[in-house]
Every structure is written in C-alpha cells, then in structure tokens.
C-alpha cells in the first residue's frame, strides 16, 4: 500500500512582491531609556525604508568586548538582546551581559541566573480568568494597605483569548456549530461578564472574544510581530518579539521566530506587573533537519518523532533550536506544529530562526509592509536570519533526523512521546489493552463475561476483529454493538494541526474521496471539527471540502481547543452506558498535543494523536484493531474492497487546493475586527469600576482569599514540624492529574459543593471553566479520575487516608479535617512531577488544601516554579536514586523540615520522618527553590503578595 501522502514542502501562497528595503545603520544620539548604561556602546539607530529604529545592536557589542557572540544560537542572541535593552545595573548587570557572551565555554552547564522581560503576555480563559482574579483581587488589597488600586495594571501588553470553553455538546448536524455556541454562552455568562470588566478596568489588557480562535493560531496568524516596537519618549524602539503565556503550547510562536513559552498564571502575572522573569541561562540543544519528507507523511508524524527522540535525549528545562538544510524543506506551519509540541517533549522551547519563509508567512497572513520590512531588516542587521549559507551556531549538545525517514505515525494510548508507527498501531493496541485492563483474567471480572477477547495474561489476543456479534456489547437502541477498541472520538481539533492547510486540507480530501467511494463513518464514533482560526473555515469552505467533511460527521462544532482540554462533551448516553457496563477500554483518534489518561473523556481510556487526515480514516474504519494500512477500511458503491491508499491525496493535490484557496486578504478580513466579537458578546452587559463589584452567590467568580489579613511585612518563615502524609504518588503525575480541566464528578467534593449551590450536574460546567472559583478548584485538587494515592493501592481517584484515624476519605475532606486539626501537610512524589499543562491551580489548589512542601524525584519546569510562587517549597531527593518506595513509606508517617528559617537556593537539608511505631529515618533532601528572586517570593509567601507589598510601597 502507498502510505498516506502530505507536507513536503509547498510554499503555499503567491508572495506579495514589494522592493527590498532600504536600510541603514547609525549611532543613536539621544537616550530615551533611562537608568541605561549601555556598557557595550552598542545603542544603534535602523533605518528601514526611511523609518528610524532604535535598536541594540550585536554586532557592535561583539565589536565593543562581548567577543563571539556572532556564534551563539540565535534563541540565545535573542536573550542577549533582552539583557542589553535592559541593563540597569541592578536586575541586569554588565557581568549578567558576559555570562550570556561566556555561554560559548560552558554551553549553558554553569547555572548563570539571570533577570529576563518579555515583551508581552498570552493567555486563554481557563488560565486566564485566574489571572484577572488575582489583579482584581489585588486592588481590593492594594486598598485595604493604603495604597492606590490604580496602580494593579499591566505594565506589559496582554492579549487574553477566549478558546478553551467550548464543549462538543453537539456534533454531526448542520447546526452544531450554533447550538455549541448557545450552550458556551449559557453556561459561562458568569465569566465572560467578569472578561469583559476586565477588558475595559484594566490598561494594556485586550480580550478576543469566544468564537474568534484558538489562542496559540491567533497568536501565530495575528498577534506575533516576529519584531516588536514601542514607542518612547518620541522614539521607536525595535526589539525581538518575545513573550510568556499561561498555556503551555505558547511555544507554537516559535515557528514565527518569537521566543516564547508556557508559565504559571502566578509568573505570568508578575511578568505583567513589571517583574522580570527570574531564570538560568539555558543549554540549547541544537537538532538538524536533513532532507524532506516523503509522500505520505505529513507534519504530525513528522512532530510526533521529534517529540519521541527529544523525550529519549532529555531536554527537560533546556532550550531546543532547529538548524540545518532541512529546514529549508518544511513551511512555516510545519515549523509551528514542532515548535507547539515542545512541552511534550520536555524543553522550555522549540525555536526557528528567522529566514525567508518568516517573512513570506507575515505577507501572507496580512502583516503590515512595514512591520515586514522591519523584520528582514533588523533580522540582518542583529545576525538572527538564517539563510542555507549560515554557519551552524555552537549548541550545547546536538542531535539529526533525516526527513526522509519519518513513516505516517500516530502517539499513545496515553503520552504523546509514545509514538507508534501506523503500521504497528494495531498489535500496539493489543498489548495496551492488557496494561490498561492490568492483565486480569475474563472471569476475574463479571462485567467481561462473553467477551473472548479478553484472555490471560500473556495470551494473544486475535488479529482479527470477528464480526460475530457475540463479540460486541448491545448499545441501547442501536443496531450495532461495541467493543474494546472502538473509536467512540474522532476530533480534529487543537492548535498542534489546526494551524496547517496541508493537513486540514488532506482531511478535507480524505472525506471528499471516502464519501465518493460510498464509505461512512461508523456510526458509534462521534466526530467533529473544531479549526483553531475562522480562516481554516473560510479556505475549507471556498475549496468545497467543507462540505465533504461535513457529508462524514466533521461538522464545524466551534472555535476553540475542545477534544484535546478534555471538552468533548459527553458521549451518547447508550454509548457510554454500553463502555461502562461492559468495562470497555473504548478509544478516541485526535489531531490534539495531549492524550493524558483522564483527559480527554471520562469513558474513553486509550486516546491516539494523529494527523487529521488520519483522524478521518479512523472514524471510517472505527476500531484500533485494524491495520489500516494492509485492511480495506470498507466497500465501495459496488462492493470492493477500498484501501487507505485509495483515498489518501498526492502531494501535488494538497499543494494545489492550498494554493487556490488560502490567501492574504481572508486573513486581513477575519481579523479586521478581532477584539469586537460576535452578538453574544457584543450583548453582554459589565458592571463595575476601577475595583470588581463581586458576587458572593456566584460559582464561577470568587474573590480569592490569598490576601486575607495581609501585612505590608511578611511573617517569618517558619520550619515544617510533623507534617502528615496527604499523598504517595508514583512517576508522572501531570497537571491534569494534580487539577483537573475536564468534567466534575457528582459524587466528589466539588460537585457536592456545586449541589449545594444549588447547580445541577447538567449544568456543572468544566473544572477549567470553574478555575475563578477557589471553592471549586481547591475541592477538585488531586481529584482526576485516574489519579492513583498509593497510600491506597488499587483505588483510582482523589482519596487518600487520614491519620492516626485511618479513615479513608476524598483528598479534600482529609485536607480540612488536617487543617482544623492544625497539622501541616506534604506530598511525595516521583519522576517529573508536573508535567503537562502549565495549570496554575495546580500549586493554588495544593497551598490552598494546607501543603507546605512537595518532595519528589524530580518537577517538570513549570509547575516547580509554580510551586514556589504559590508559597510551597518543592524538594527532591539529594542522593541519586532516592525515592519515597526504597524508604518504604506508607503514609502514615510525620515528616519535620528544620533549617527552611535559614533557606536557601538550592540548599541541602534533612528530613527526618517518623513511622507509626516510633521509629525515626533521616533523609537528605534539596530545595528547588533555585534564585534569590525565588527565595524571595517564598519568603513572602508568593510572588502575589512580593508584587503587591512592592507596589503597596
């Protein structure tokens, strides 16, 4: 069989054509930026088409003594950038500026730290409405302490974009798209009315309203510059667009030649309040790109091995940086889908220079001229444009792949680093379903009875799926039955894909192909297509595959992140009740960057990304069992056999449609009034001023209580003396895991909480629509589904048990029960403690339940700053190879932290723990805390309350 076909390199677009720009250097003779020393003399004026820029100019600093600068990679020229605009001899020094100019004879090993300000801030709603409640929350603080609350505003410009509040309530109908809509307006008024007094009470603030996006593509079609500018004291001052946003995917913008990456709401807050980021300078690994991918590949398989072979070489907390002649070979879109993964596979970024495919992106997404111009001309003039007679910058360690060798792929059932080739995915499912089933015998569990496909541990389960009816499961009210294996979601959906015609446009084809061939999706697969821009849907429609999506189930369902933040609505009910009684490990196929256990749907236990062509395939052929790669996905009108191969689009296709149908002026209209938004939007009344009016019977907005009986002076730390155990847990534990996003359990303390307010489970929303609300979020912490406390083995699910009682209760109920018995808490945990999604309800919810520390193997970046922001001290364990299972903890020990009175970054201290029968253990530990800027916002109890006493005086 030919393999599916795609993303070789096809630049798209007919170029705008416009004369090269007329650019000059000359020294600047006015300073307009005060406190500036400019050590390095290297403050410069750009003319660009006899438009002057002031600018700070590499090339003169590695004249005037930073000597081989030329050579860095061009993600760390742009932090040098950032630490030459802004010295001031207090946060940035002139020896900070030579530990950047040194990184050449120590790659980044010595652990340098240095003070780094974006240019700008990202956020999407459910990382987002936190955010704004805590700068609300503020200036009613900033009041109680005698100060002005006009002083809680942005210092930085912050787009907020609405995208992670749609659910798939409705799917496969001509008016899904308008009923999902209703039902997001419904049940998020609450919110969007609080988004929308906090667009116009706070300055430098701009909100793009729901319906238009997903935040990450509007950032990558819209809202990245690539060169940023702001105007001061009658001068314009050019500089690397740069940013932080509150979603971890925020290193999409990578592909765009912006540096930027995913942090905490409570970092990015900071950031927007004129605080530097605090961080060490990085090692940056260097990956070539050889060659080009072959027909039948596209770029998600091609993100995919990436992402598989950064996992395996260890990139956590370390820049990653493409180079080489294949680069040459993807578009931009393909450069953005890598750049968008790279908190799957583990670094703070994946960063594309800038080179000509930037500049052809920006004029052909309706950037500026002279925006454009910009770019090209100061890209030269700072020795960031990459072109193929560019000397490979020095890195800290490198690895290659060769294009050529990537084969169609998809990744799960449950981390996106486990990619499995097509060809394999049908035995890979074999052998997932006995780790997921945990390897039981069919009679060992009552509910399987007459599923012979289930069988012994070790047992081969058949290569073949029967058609025997005995086989599968009765669905209520269907004429078909179910099964292990099934996919019950085919989503194409997330910013990851969604950003790329070629693929959107392969998927559109497949369905075009498929439905002239007589194959339907089958009927217990719920399908939808949620674009991350309405360009997508603008290109989809003049090129008619709309239409043909729309023939196979891939109605338009909205404009936001849905499947792949866990928004997938829920299944048809007889579907989920067949999954349920029958103890099915059913599946789902998406085009997202995540596939965390729990994540995507409460029924659904193995989820595969894919490319989006390859998500149509799958709902067509309905099971993971199948090798579509060598078995007929269906019959034809006159009954044969149709392969994959038989409707997968050439290359050429792709690149033709793309060509035809993806132009500037659809950009230029479909942002023209971005920030107006639809009717809904427009119809939404605001209340308030200059400080939030709350109301106490909302449960969607508190105000949070972080500041209560706040002084202008922090109380002193004090040591961690017979702390309780709220949780064991074991390696991997994600955000999701530690705050949940997706639905909320009747039965479970948060849903009890929203009964009680009288909300009906209907109507509960999302843990992630509900994250302005700490009554709900605090309640759902720990509370994934599929959270395993090995303080109770065998248990999924937020419980653990309490001591000395040794009642086993919901995490929350044993937090308030701890707190009102005023014992502290901590959490032990393993390897990359953390990962996934930037969620800073993680550390809110954790200090909030009464947890003064964290110790753990290791933390994924992020969360670990998070941690120390929210006032937690994370530690990991000081001898290698240490963990909480060889001390042989239960969880019915005390633990007491002395020496935290005289903390400091990275300091090594001990543990003693204390079992129940007495008997002591001392463990070396070290804290993570790793600045002093960190040590300072411990020390004030958060980087909140550090802000505000700063801004309070």
């Known amino acids: 069989m030919v393999v599916p076909a795609s993303s070789t390199r096809v630049f798209r677009r007919a170029k705008a054509v416009r004369p090269s720009a007329v650019v000059s250097v000359r020294e600047g003779t006015t300073r307009s930026m005060s406190n500036h020393p400019d050590s390095f003399n290297c403050r410069k004026t750009l003319d660009v088409d006899g438009k002057p820029y002031v600018y700070f100019d590499l090339k003169e600093a590695e004249k005037n003594g930073l000597e081989g600068i030329s050579r860095l990679p061009f993600s760390m020229k742009v932090l040098l950038e950032n630490l030459l605009r802004n010295e001031d001899g207090r946060t940035v020094t002139k020896e900070d500026i030579h530990a950047v100019s040194k990184w050449l004879d120590d790659k980044g090993k010595a652990g340098y730290e240095i003070a780094y300000r974006p240019a700008r801030v990202l956020m999407q709603d459910f990382t987002g409405v936190p955010a704004v409640v805590d700068l609300a929350a503020m200036r009613d603080a900033t009041k109680q302490l005698g100060a002005d609350p006009k002083k809680v505003n942005p210092l930085v410009p912050v787009d907020l974009v609405i995208d992670h509040s749609v659910m798939v309530d409705f799917f496969a109908s001509p008016d899904a798209f308008e009923k999902n809509v209703d039902a997001e307006y419904g049940r998020n008024k609450e919110r969007y009315q609080f988004l929308r007094w906090g667009s116009e009470a706070f300055q430098n603030f701009r909100v793009v309203p729901p319906g238009t996006g997903?935040?990450?593509?509007?950032?990558?079609?819209?809202?990245?510059?690539?060169?940023?500018?702001?105007?001061?004291?009658?001068?314009?001052?050019?500089?690397?667009?740069?940013?932080?946003?509150?979603?971890?995917?925020?290193?999409?913008?990578?592909?765009l030649s912006v540096l930027g990456?995913?942090?905490?709401?409570?970092?990015?807050?900071?950031?927007?309040?004129?605080?530097?980021?605090?961080?060490?300078?990085?090692?940056?690994?260097?990956?070539?790109?050889?060659?080009?991918?072959?027909?039948?590949?596209?770029?998600?398989?091609?993100?995919?091995?990436?992402?598989?072979?950064?996992?395996?070489?260890?990139?956590?907390?370390?820049?990653?940086?493409?180079?080489?002649?294949?680069?040459?070979?993807?578009?931009?879109?393909?450069?953005?889908?890598?750049?968008?993964?790279?908190?799957?596979?583990?670094?703070?970024?994946?960063?594309?220079?800038?080179?000509?495919?930037?500049?052809?992106?920006?004029?052909?997404?309706?950037?500026?001229?002279?925006?454009?111009?910009?770019?090209?001309?100061?890209?030269?003039?700072?020795?960031?444009?990459?072109?193929?007679?560019?000397?490979d910058p020095v890195f800290t360690d490198t690895l290659e792949l060769d294009l050529a060798t990537v084969v169609p792929s998809l990744a799960g059932p449950k981390r996106p680093q486990d990619r499995v080739a097509l060809t394999d995915a049908a035995p890979a499912f074999h052998k997932a379903l006995h780790e997921i089933k945990g390897g039981r015998k069919k009679d060992d569990n009552p509910q399987s009875q007459g599923d012979s496909r289930f069988m012994d541990e070790g047992a081969t389960l058949p290569n073949e799926v029967p058609s025997d009816v005995a086989y599968r499961h009765e669905v209520e009210g269907a004429a078909h039955g179910l099964s292990h294996g099934d996919v019950v979601i085919a989503a194409i959906t997330s910013c990851t894909n969604t950003s790329?015609?070629?693929?959107?446009?392969?998927?559109?084809?497949?369905?075009?192909?498929?439905?002239?061939?007589?194959?339907?999706?089958?009927?217990?697969?719920?399908?939808?297509?949620?674009?991350?821009?309405?360009?997508?849907?603008?290109?989809?429609?003049?090129?008619?595959?709309?239409?043909?999506?729309?023939?196979?189930?891939?109605?338009?369902?909205?404009?936001g992140c849905t499947t792949c933040i866990g928004n997938s609505g829920p299944l048809p009910e007889p579907i989920s009740d067949a999954i349920n009684a029958n103890d099915?490990?059913?599946?789902?196929?998406?085009?997202?960057?995540?596939?965390?256990?729990?994540?995507?749907?409460?029924?659904?236990?193995?989820?595969?990304?894919?490319?989006?062509?390859?998500?149509?395939?799958?709902?067509?052929?309905?099971?993971?069992f199948k090798d579509i790669t060598k078995e007929p996905l269906g019959q034809d009108k006159d009954g044969n056999d149709v392969y994959l191969s038989d409707i997968w689009p050439s290359t050429h296709?792709?690149?033709?449609?793309?060509?035809?149908?993806?132009?500037?002026?659809m950009f230029e209209n479909r942002y023209a009034d971005v920030f107006k938004g639809d009717e809904h939007w427009r119809k939404i009344d605001v209340s308030g001023g200059l400080t939030y009016d709350w109301d106490d019977t909302s449960t969607y907005v508190q105000n949070p209580p972080y500041f209560d009986g706040m002084d202008q002076e922090p109380e002193p730390v004090e040591d961690i003396k017979g702390a309780r155990i709220l949780g064991l847990f074991a390696d991997s534990i994600t955000t999701d895991h530690i705050s949940p996003a997706g639905s909320i359990k009747k039965d479970g303390p948060a849903g009890e909480y929203?009964?009680?307010?009288?909300?009906?489970?209907?109507?509960?929303?999302?843990?992630?629509?509900?994250?302005g609300n700490h009554q709900v979020m605090m309640r759902g912490t720990f509370a994934n589904i599929r959270i395993k406390n090995q303080m109770v083995p065998g248990v999924e699910g937020g419980v653990t048990v309490h001591h000395p009682s040794g009642e086993q209760m919901p995490i929350y109920d044993a937090a308030m029960k701890y707190k009102d018995e005023g014992v502290p808490l901590v959490v032990f945990a393993g390897k990359e403690y953390g990962t996934g999604s930037s969620r800073d309800w993680a550390a809110k919810g954790t200090i909030l339940l009464g947890v003064k520390a964290v110790i753990a193997e290791s933390f994924e970046r992020i969360h670990r700053s998070n941690l120390v922001g929210m006032g937690v001290v994370p530690?990991?364990?000081?001898?290698?190879?240490?963990?909480?299972?060889?001390?042989?903890?239960?969880?019915?020990?005390?633990?007491t932290i002395e020496g935290l009175t005289d903390i400091r970054p990275r300091r090594e201290m001990e543990a003693v723990i204390e079992s129940a029968d007495g008997s002591k253990q001392t463990v070396k530990i070290k804290t993570r805390i790793d600045t002093d800027d960190e040590l300072s916002y411990y020390k004030n109890g958060g980087i909140l309350h550090y802000v505000l006493r700063q801004l309070a005086a």
């Open 500 to 559: 790329n015609p070629n693929v959107l446009v392969a998927a559109g084809l497949v369905a075009r192909k498929a439905h002239e061939k007589g194959l339907t999706v089958k009927p217990w697969v719920k399908t939808s297509l949620a674009p991350g821009s309405q360009v997508v849907t603008e290109y989809l429609e003049k090129s008619g595959l709309q239409t043909d999506l729309d023939k196979m189930g891939f109605n338009l369902v909205g404009y």
């Open 214 to 255: 997903i935040c990450h593509q509007v950032n990558l079609e819209y809202l990245g510059q690539t060169v940023w500018t702001r105007d001061e004291n009658g001068e314009t001052i050019a500089y690397p667009d740069t940013l932080v946003g509150t979603d971890s995917h925020t290193t999409m913008i990578n592909g």
């Open 875 to 895: 530690f990991v364990f000081a001898e290698e190879g240490q963990s909480w299972e060889k001390l042989g903890l239960k969880g019915d020990e005390k633990v």
């Open 261 to 391: 990456w995913g942090v905490g709401g409570i970092e990015a807050e900071a950031a927007m309040l004129g605080q530097p980021i605090s961080m060490m300078i990085p090692e940056v690994i260097g990956f070539r790109l050889d060659g080009a991918l072959p027909d039948g590949t596209t770029a998600t398989d091609l993100v995919l091995t990436v992402t598989e072979m950064l996992r395996k070489k260890g990139v956590v907390g370390k820049f990653v940086e493409f180079f080489g002649p294949g680069l040459s070979n993807l578009t931009l879109e393909d450069q953005a889908t890598i750049a968008n993964m790279a908190p799957e596979y583990g670094a703070t970024c994946g960063f594309f220079p800038i080179d000509k495919d930037t500049i052809a992106y920006l004029e052909a997404t309706g950037r500026q001229k002279d925006r454009i111009a910009l770019v090209e001309a100061y890209g030269k003039a700072q020795g960031m444009y990459r072109e193929d007679s560019t000397p």
């Open 653 to 665: 296709e792709i690149a033709e449609i793309v060509r035809e149908t993806v132009t500037r002026d």
């Open 584 to 624: 099915l490990v059913a599946a789902s196929v998406l085009s997202g960057n995540r596939n965390f256990e729990g994540r995507v749907n409460p029924d659904v236990r193995a989820n595969y990304l894919a490319s989006p062509p390859l998500v149509v395939a799958y709902a067509i052929a309905g099971t993971m």
């Open 754 to 771: 929203l009964v009680s307010h009288q909300v009906r489970p209907v109507d509960f929303n999302s843990y992630g629509a509900r994250r």
